[in-house]
């Protein structure tokens, strides 16, 4: 019978007895093992097999770990790819300098069989949940397309390899006409459904190396490489026939969609960049609409007063609705991508999701109480909802262990904000919310982790979290082996004013404590009750 792979490991060490013990030991978890005994045999290996984890010996004739790394790290090739360096040397510079060349673990030798494999287990299902959310991130929630971010990612990667090898792009911009007057007469579910449809009349019709797009509202945009002036104008005749011979229904009626296309290609010779080549699209999709709507043209046959007089005096409003059309789809993908987040983790453990809406509800409240900004808020509540994201690859064994964690248990426990950090890092759109979260369990005096931090220093954010957390914990017959009167808890949480907590934040807490007595603490009943 066929082993089941579930991942890749590649491990790079000089010594082959180590080799030989690793390699049993990841054979003993289902994972492939890839060997490499010298740096440049490894370096080629990640290359060519693009392992989910590597594992490097620091101590290495000729080119040691840490220039390996630095090389790994530097090839867009194998950048991505997790590092975790093993190695018998454990000094803190050490592992200092390796983390800051972008290693993402580090284990010592001679290592515990258990405390490799949980280590490479967390890698691996950190991994996975990144792809995952890089892949909600990069697409249109409502019609599965790439969606406008991903779509600039694209056409930028793809105008390099063009003026590389000399070769020619389209980009063709569809936008369905009239669109309006469909949300308004039938409604926005069935506009939502048209619009579905279009996406995958686009897709089912364009080449496998083609890329179809939503650009936002009713706009959409495909990316066709290596296609010259010529043919591209017959494909783009294609796609807005398709679009207009479909047989349209709403609500059991048909109706006439149809939509007009401006294109433009870029000939890989010339110094267009991206944001230009997309302009001429755009401006070519105005003339189509000039020209009567439900047409297509190419940029190249704009007449030059075209190009500057006619687009000029296209209405300011067509300018804001498209803006405004942007920032709300913005908008929605940070809002999909929280879902997923949230229902991530509530798969994982219900008690846990409730935990982090109930420090949600907590942060918000403390820092409505010391004035925020509305911008801070809406960061506030995802780094909330989010801090504990980490907890997901941990073991379950130890998240629900009830007897006294070991050393090394703790240790992985206190790596969750990290975690949670490196898993939200890829999907780029949480620059703030990744220090909130990075930091809320460091300590006002500094004794806290992962950092050691000390108060200003602190992100403002994270000492919020930090006071919500203990309050939920210590009131939570989950997070705390026994429920604690809420006295108690008040009186521990303004004794460590000062030490584990800002006293501001400390402060402000007790305040809207005593103004939320009614429902305070929180439980999953109270919070149906309430709509807090």
């Known amino acids: 019978m066929k082993e089941n792979r579930t991942g890749k490991v590649l491990v790079v060490d000089d010594n082959q007895t180590n080799l030989i013990l690793v390699q049993a030991h990841l054979k003993n978890m289902g994972l492939e093992a890839i060997l490499a005994d010298n740096a440049l045999d490894g370096i080629n290996a990640a290359i060519k097999h693009q392992p989910n984890v590597i594992l490097l010996d620091v101590m290495m004739p000729s080119i040691d770990g840490f220039e390996t790394c630095r090389r790994l790290k530097s090839d867009i090739r194998t950048a991505s790819i997790p590092v975790i360096f093993v190695t018998a040397k454990d000094q803190s510079e050490d592992k200092v300098s390796g983390l800051k060349l972008g290693a993402i673990d580090y284990i010592a030798k001679p290592f515990n069989k258990g405390e490799l494999q949980a280590r490479i287990s967390i890698v691996l299902e950190m991994t996975k949940l990144q792809k995952k959310l890089l892949l909600l991130a990069n697409t249109d929630e409502l019609t599965g397309l790439s969606n406008r971010r991903h779509f600039f990612e694209i056409l930028e990667r793809e105008m390099l390899q063009a003026k590389i090898k000399g070769n020619s792009i389209a980009v063709m911009m569809f936008d369905l006409d009239h669109f309006k007057m469909v949300n308004d007469s ?64 709403a609500e059991e009626h048909p109706i006439t969609i149809t939509c007009s296309v401006g294109f433009s290609v870029f000939d890989g010779n010339n110094s267009t960049d991206p944001y230009e080549l997309i302009k001429r699209a755009d401006d070519a999709l105005y003339a189509a609409k000039r020209k009567g709507r439900n047409c297509i043209v190419s940029w190249r046959k704009i007449k030059p007063e075209e190009n500057i007089a006619e687009i000029q005096d296209q209405s300011f409003k067509d300018l804001q609705e498209k803006i405004a059309s942007l920032a709300n789809r913005l908008k929605g993908q940070t809002i999909g991508t929280m879902r997923a987040f949230a229902k991530a983790i509530a798969e994982k453990d219900q008690t846990m999701a409730q935990h982090a809406e109930n420090v949600k509800m907590y942060s918000l409240k403390i820092a409505e109480k010391m004035k925020v900004s509305p911008d801070f808020l809406s960061q506030l509540e995802t780094a909330a909802v989010l801090h504990d994201l980490g907890k997901i690859v941990i073991s379950e064994n130890i998240i629900n262990k009830t007897t006294a964690l070991t050393d090394k248990e703790i240790k992985m426990i206190h790596r969750h904000p990290v975690i949670s950090a490196e898993i939200l890092e890829p999907v780029g759109i949480f620059k703030k ?44 017959s989950r997070w705390s082996n026994s429920k604690r009167p809420i006295e108690n808890v008040l009186d521990e949480i303004t004794t460590l004013a000062g030490s584990q907590f800002d006293p501001e934040v400390a402060e402000a807490f007790k305040e809207v404590l005593a103004e939320n007595r009614e429902f305070w603490p929180l439980s999953q009943k109270k919070l149906q009750e309430c709509h807090v």
């Not at 579910?189 to 190396?209: A, M, R, S, W």
């Not at 706009?219 to 002036?229: L, R, S, T, W």
């Not at 982790?449 to 602190?458: C, E």
Request: aromatic letters at 10%.
């Open 186 to 249: 039938y409604g926005h579910l069935c506009g939502d459904k048209i619009l579905q449809q279009v996406g995958k009349i686009l897709n089912e019709n364009i080449y496998p190396l083609d890329i179809a797009a939503r650009y936002g509202g009713e706009e959409f945009i495909v990316i066709m490489p290596g296609m010259p002036n010529e043919v591209a104008e017959t494909r783009a005749e294609k796609l807005r026939d398709a679009i207009d011979s479909f047989d349209w229904m």
């Open 433 to 476: 919310e990744l220090l909130f979260i990075r930091h809320h369990h460091e300590n006002y005096d500094g004794t806290g982790y992962p950092n050691g931090l000390v108060g200003k220093s602190i992100p403002i954010g994270s000492r919020i979290i930090a006071v919500a957390d203990a309050f939920d914990a210590m009131t939570s």
